[in-house]
C-alpha cells in the first residue's frame, strides 16, 4: 500500500525537476543573448522549448497510461539532461537549440506526467490536498527556478551552469529509477477503454477545456501585459519586478486555503469566483497608476488567479474516462500550449490595435462572462468532501 512518504519523495522530485527546466529556460536565455543571437532568435529558442508540449502532450499521456510513469520520467530527465550538456559539450548556436528543444522534451514529459502520478497516488478523498500540494511545488519552482539560474551563470558561467543543471536531471532520472517499482503501473489494454475520438466527441470535455483556456489566458496574460503597462508608465524595471512579485506570492500563499475552500464551494464556483477575481483586477489595473496601488491589484489578481489552474487540473482527471487520465492530462496541456502561443500575439496585434487600456478591459471582460457562464452551469456544492472521482486514482 502506498503511503504519504512515498508522495513526499514524488513531490520532491517533482519540484527538483521542474525547478530544472524553469532554471535551464533562463540559462539557455541569457546564453544566447550573451551569444549575439539577438531578441528575435532568442524568441525563436523560447519557441523551441514549447513547442514540444503542442506536439508530445497527448502521446506522452496516453503512454503513461498504457505502460506507466517510470521509464518516461527517467528517460525524458536523461533527455533533457543531454541536451542541457551539449552547449558544454558542442558550444555553439545548433547546439543551443538542439539543447532547448530535448529540454522541451523533458518539460513536457514532466508536466504531464506529475500530474497524472500525483493523482494515482491519492484516495480520491485526497485529491484537492494532493492537487493543491502540487500547485504548491508549481509555485515554489516558478519562484526558486530562475534564482538558481541566475546564480548558476554568476558562479559558473553559461556553459558550466548548463553542465550542473544536467547533472540535477541525472539525478532526477536516478531518483526515478530507484522508486520506480513503487510508481503506479500502467494500465496496459484497459488504457484503450476510452479512446481519443470518444474524449473528444464528448461535449463535457470541450467544456472543460473551454474553462481550462481562459484560465490559462488570465495566467498568461498578467506577465507579459503588466511589464509593458509598467514600463508606459515610466516604472522602473526593479518596481515592475516587485509589482509582479507581489502578485505571484500571494497566489502561493492563497494555495495553502484549497483543500478547505474547494470542498466548502465545489470545484465549479470556486473556479467561477477564481475568473470573476482574476477579471477585476484586470479592468481596474489600466485606471491605477502609483506602484502602491498596482501592488494592491496585483494582489488581487493573485488571490484570483491562485485556484483556477489547480481546479481546472482536478476537474480534468476526475471526469477522465477510466485508465484514461494521462490522455486527458495530455489534452489539456496541448491547450495550454495552444493559448501560449497564440495569446501573446493576440494581445500584441489588439494592444497596437486599440490600445493597452482596451486588451486590459477585453481579457477582464471575458473573464466576467466565463465566470457567469461557469456559475450558471456549476452544480450545487456537495455536503461533505467528495469521495467519488473517476480519473484511474487509487488506493494507497
Known sequence: ???????????????????????????????????????????????????????????????????????????????????????????????????????????????????????????????????????????????????????????????????????????????????????????????????????????????????????????????FCMPLYGHALGLEPAVIGWIMASGSATSFAMRFTLPHTVPRFGEERLLAFSMGMTGLAFMVMPFMDAPLLLVCAAMLYGIGVSSGAPVTTLIMYKRSGKGAAGQSMGLRMTGNAIVRIAGPSGYGALSVAAGLFTVFLTCGALLWISALAVLRDAPAPAPRPERGGTGGGRST
Open 1 to 223: 500500500m502506498l503511503g504519504m512518504p512515498l508522495r513526499r519523495v514524488v513531490f520532491g522530485i517533482l519540484y527538483l525537476a521542474i525547478a530544472a527546466t524553469f532554471a535551464a529556460r533562463m540559462v539557455l536565455t541569457l546564453y544566447a543573448l550573451d551569444a549575439g543571437l539577438g531578441e528575435f532568435r532568442t524568441g525563436l529558442l523560447a519557441a523551441m522549448i514549447q513547442l514540444p508540449s503542442l506536439f508530445l502532450s497527448v502521446p506522452v499521456g496516453m503512454l503513461c497510461d498504457r505502460y506507466g510513469a517510470r521509464w518516461l520520467m527517467a528517460g525524458a530527465a536523461l533527455t533533457g539532461a543531454a541536451g542541457l550538456a551539449l552547449p558544454y559539450a558542442l558550444p555553439g548556436v545548433a547546439s543551443l537549440f538542439v539543447g532547448a528543444a530535448l529540454l522541451g522534451v523533458f518539460s513536457v514529459v514532466i508536466m504531464v506526467l506529475s500530474q497524472v502520478v500525483v493523482g494515482q497516488l491519492s484516495h480520491p478523498d485526497e485529491l484537492t490536498r494532493t492537487y493543491g500540494n502540487l500547485a504548491l511545488v508549481l509555485s515554489a519552482t516558478a519562484m526558486t527556478g530562475p534564482l538558481v539560474g541566475g546564480y548558476a551563470i554568476q558562479l559558473l558561467g553559461h556553459e558550466r551552469a548548463c553542465l550542473a543543471l544536467a547533472g540535477v536531471a541525472v539525478l532526477v532520472a536516478a531518483s526515478v529509477l530507484a522508486i520506480g517499482s513503487r510508481l503506479p503501473p500502467g494500465q496496459g489494454a484497459r488504457a484503450a477503454q476510452t479512446r481519443l475520438g470518444d474524449t473528444l466527441r464528448d461535449p463535457g470535455f470541450w467544456r472543460i477545456m473551454w474553462m481550462n483556456a481562459v484560465v490559462q489566458m488570465a495566467v498568461d496574460f498578467y506577465p
